[in-house]
Nanobody
Framework: QVQLVESGGGLVQTGGSLRLSCAAS????????MGWFRQAPGKEREFVGGISWSGSTADFADSVKGRFTISRVIAKNTVYLQMNSLKPEDTAVYYC?????????????????WGQGTQVTVSS
């Protein structure tokens, strides 16, 4: 079992930055690929970005590419989502997810473990 806890969400103005953390317990994340997803009210959960188990490869949704980055610190068993140049349309609950294996996927059902989510609100 892997328990994931997100933190770092909050209220920020347009153009601001936030860094979300996803801390894991139960097992080391070193053999898990990680994904970040978000869900706005009335919308489906969507892929934001993912990082491979080694941390060598990451990819992002077109809507956040160039603004968001993902990193992982194995020693801390933590994955981060750095969000810059935030826009009101980035407002959502953000979730981290883990799947055993090398690669991340953009489909939520591919992930075995999920955090509880953290709210990000971007004011205009």
């Amino acid at each position: 079992q892997v328990q994931l806890v997100e933190s770092g969400g909050g209220l920020v103005q347009t153009g601001g930055s936030l860094r979300l953390s996803c801390a894991a317990s139960g097992r080391t994340l070193s053999t898990y690929a990680m994904g970040w997803f978000r869900q706005a009210p009335g919308k489906e959960r969507e892929f934001v970005g993912g990082i491979s188990w080694s941390g060598s490869t990451a990819d992002f949704a077109d809507s956040v590419k160039g603004r968001f980055t993902i990193s992982r610190v194995i020693a801390k068993n933590t994955v981060y989502l750095q969000m810059n140049s935030l826009k009101p349309e980035d407002t959502a609950v953000y979730y981290c997810a883990a799947r055993r294996g090398t690669w991340y996927y953009s489909v939520p059902r591919e992930y075995e473990y999920w955090g509880q989510g953290t709210q990000v609100t971007v004011s205009s």
